[in-house]
């Protein structure tokens, strides 16, 4: 097992269609290990694969609350095949967009379908945390960011700070701590 490395923006490959996954085997497992050791480190409650590079479709969630046992899911070519017309919002964030928050509206509840571990079909109707989880990940894996449901001048003060950042080789500060010094009062 292993931790890897988390991209985040302006990292093009955040931006890539994954591929569907052809073998549920040995490799495609470890991939999934390291991905739970990763997203467990992090901590984060879902991954998607391109998170840590890798263009795959596989992602992978725990939503159990904190002291509570694990509870790891695993989707592979997961698939969005029906979505209610009404609609929540969460406060979303995203590891590859760290310390970013901002509230999003989808679908309530989705039907997903997907393959588990053993390669075998698998359908899921999920509401509530695991629907917008599912739905927040499933777009990575086709390349969309929670960030692209916002307002574009929110998207672009953030994709604006993570670019400074990433020229300068720079860790983020959250945006609430991002204020510039006044210059005329001491
Ligand atoms: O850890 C995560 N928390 C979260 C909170 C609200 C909506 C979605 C998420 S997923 C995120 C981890 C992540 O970036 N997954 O892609
Ligand atoms: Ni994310």
Request: with cysteine; net charge negative.
């Amino acid at each position: 097992m292993a931790i890897r490395d988390i991209i985040i923006i302006p990292d093009k490959r955040l931006r890539l269609k994954s591929e569907a996954v052809t073998a549920v085997d040995k490799p495609l497992r470890t991939l999934v290990d390291d991905m739970f050791e990763t997203m467990y480190a992090a901590p984060g409650i879902g991954l998607a694969a391109i998170q840590i590079g890798v263009a795959q479709r596989v992602v992978i969630m725990d939503l159990a609350k904190k002291d509570d046992p694990p509870e790891p899911q695993v989707f592979i070519n997961p698939e969005v095949i029906g979505a209610s017309a009404e609609k929540s919002t969460y406060e979303e964030g995203c590891l590859s967009i760290p310390e970013y928050y901002e509230e999003v509206e989808r679908p309530s509840a989705v039907k997903v379908k997907y393959l588990d571990l053993d390669g075998k079909p698998q359908e899921i109707e999920a509401s509530g945390l695991l629907a917008t989880c599912l739905q927040h990940e499933i777009d990575h894996t086709n390349g969309v960011l929670f960030i692209d449901y916002i307002s574009k001048l929110k998207r672009d003060m953030v994709m604006k700070k993570f670019k400074k950042a990433a020229k300068k080789g720079e860790p983020v500060k959250p945006l609430s701590e991002d204020k510039e010094p006044s210059h005329h009062i001491g």
